[in-house]
């Protein structure tokens, strides 16, 4: 059974930081890339940073580019978010997801949401101004 669980989300003032986790059982880790999105009230699910299944690869979503730094420690299972420069509009909950295959940063990007196979459950995390 494949679970993938976040943490680190929390509340922090405008500019400030935070460190999502997301530590995943049940499947070969490595032989996933690996995405974080996430989803406002009243807002569609989106992308933000997406990582090929050997971490040698990134990709960005303009939105976060220049503050979220996404990376993998595949010998302990383990997705990290750095997100630095927090703006009010990152409020959000933030889903770790593993693609179907271990696929390039920016194909993980283009496939879309539904060649990610398995969702954490979220960690919120609030930005106030």
């Known amino acids: 059974q494949v679970q993938l669980v976040e943490s680190g989300g929390g509340l922090v003032q405008a500019g400030g930081s935070l460190r999502l986790s997301c530590t995943a059982s049940?499947?070969?880790?490595?032989?996933?890339?690996m995405g974080w999105f996430r989803q406002a009230p009243v807002k569609e699910r989106e992308g933000g940073a997406w990582?090929?299944?050997?971490?040698?690869?990134?990709y960005y979503a303009d939105s976060v580019k220049g503050r979220f730094t996404i990376s993998r420690d595949n010998a302990g299972n383990t997705l990290v978010l750095q997100m630095d420069s927090l703006k009010p509009e990152d409020t959000a909950m933030y889903y770790c997801a593993a693609h179907r295959y271990n696929v390039d940063a920016y194909y993980a990007c283009r496939t879309g949401i539904a060649s990610f196979g398995y969702w954490g459950q979220g960690t919120q995390v609030t930005v106030s101004s």
């Open positions: 990582i090929s299944g050997s971490g040698g690869v990134t």
């Open positions: 049940g499947l070969t880790f490595e032989d996933h890339a």
